[in-house]
């Protein structure tokens, strides 16, 4: 049995006020190619459908047309929300779209919903599990000692009656620990989120979501399949794939990374401004391209990011990186700060953020803002 494993569409999604809609409908359809290709039994989109939990109607509009053209092949999806997605919302005319073979589970209520399918080596079950918040399931099982993100999954899935015999399949939208992360997502300070992989070890394989870049946590067979796009410049050097993942007898599982090629790459460029702008002439080079540029002249270029634009017009970002910028002085540490003036922390902070220090009228405003403070509150 062949099973595409896909995560972390992020439809709707906006990278640097750029709308990647254009970017998005044309790696579904070089994904809808390559499930045809590689005649696929099952598609398996592990959470983070849409980028916002109230998706624009364009978004819903290329994810309807995505599915219905699985659906049109009769080929089996099955869809679970991720932690930008609402639950309600995706879930909603889930049980008349599973007449279409398309399974979205609902809203986590204590059990987890499973699907199976069979082949010459028997039976295949898909677990789906959307992504678990320590509350959801504190609330859904009325348990108050779940208090971490590990606790809820564990007794989540200590719930699930597994047959060993069978090949079990787990989708799921968590942090497990250890993978590695990219700008790009939606970060838990502390790692307040992360779950441990040992968690996973009854499942066969483990489908995951939630993580953009591709890479497996322990074992192979657990298993982040990454974003089909890139969607921060600490990307800029993967290269994005589809996983397939073909499952023969009990035990029997191969991985293939499929390629992915957007209609639009993700670059960095690095050089003086004349550097910058001949490289345009390189042969290969794709000014088309979302481009991140790094200039090192020591002086800043008047209007440089518009005048850049005429040649690279999706141009994102435009930094500078030069003496000026290295300079840039840190805070001192906490046991120097009550030995310096209320102005001279706020000069340092200024300095800090833009790079250059107060004038004088500047230090006169802040010298008088202080002081009506001061005032204020003695």
């Known amino acids: 049995m062949r099973l595409m494993h896909l995560s972390d569409l992020h439809i709707g999604k906006r990278v640097n006020e750029f709308s990647m809609a254009e970017d998005q409908k044309y790696i579904l359809a070089q994904i809808l190619s390559i499930i045809d290709r590689e005649t696929v039994d099952g598609v ?13 109607a364009e978004a819903v509009q290329i994810f309807d ?3 219905t053209k699985l659906a049109d092949r009769d080929i089996p999806v099955f869809v679970i929300c991720g932690n930008h997605d609402s639950a309600e919302r995706l879930a909603f005319g889930a049980q008349l779209m599973s007449s279409r073979n398309v399974y979205m589970p609902p809203v986590y209520e204590g ?3 499973s699907v199976s399918l069979s082949d ?3 039976t295949v079950r898909l677990w789906l599990m959307p992504f678990l918040k320590p509350s959801t399931v504190r609330h859904a099982l009325d348990q108050e000692d779940i208090i971490t993100y590990e606790d809820a999954v564990r007794v989540a899935l200590a719930r699930v009656e597994l047959n060993p015999k069978e090949r079990n399949v787990l989708v799921a ?15 838990s300070v502390g790692g307040v989120d992360n779950v441990d992989a040992s968690l996973f070890d009854a499942f066969d394989y483990v489908a995951l979501g939630h993580i953009h870049s591709p890479q497996h946590v322990g074992r192979e067979a657990v298993r982040y399949c990454g974003t089909p796009l890139k969607y921060s410049f600490s990307e800029a050097g993967q290269k994005k794939t589809a996983t397939l993942v073909e499952l023969a007898g009990k035990g029997n599982i191969t991985l293939k990374e499929i390629g992915l090629t957007p209609i639009r790459d993700m670059r960095r460029i690095r050089g003086t401004y004349m550097e910058v702008t001949a490289q345009s002439f390189y ?3 794709n000014t088309e391209d979302y481009i991140q540029v790094t200039l090192t002249d020591e002086e800043d270029v008047p209007d440089g990011l518009q005048k850049l634009r005429i040649i690279y017009p999706n141009l994102m970002r435009l930094e500078y990186d030069n003496q000026r910028t290295r300079e840039i002085r840190q805070v ?9 003036s209320e102005l001279e922390l706020f000069e340092e902070f200024y300095e800090l953020q833009n790079n250059q220090a107060m004038n004088g009228p500047q230090k006169e405003f802040a010298q008088k803002l202080i002081r009506e403070i001061r005032e204020r509150i003695s």
């Open 332 to 340: 001192e540490g906490s046991n120097t700060v009550e030995q310096k």
């Open 65 to 67: 047309d995505f599915l």
């Open 44 to 56: 398996v989109l592990a959470g983070d459908i849409y980028d916002k939990p109230i998706p624009s």
């Open 173 to 187: 939208h968590q942090f497990v620990t250890g993978a590695s992360r990219c700008e790009s997502e939606e970060i």
């Open 283 to 285: 042969e290969g080079s």
């Open 120 to 122: 010459d080596y028997g």
């Open 111 to 113: 059990e987890i919903t």
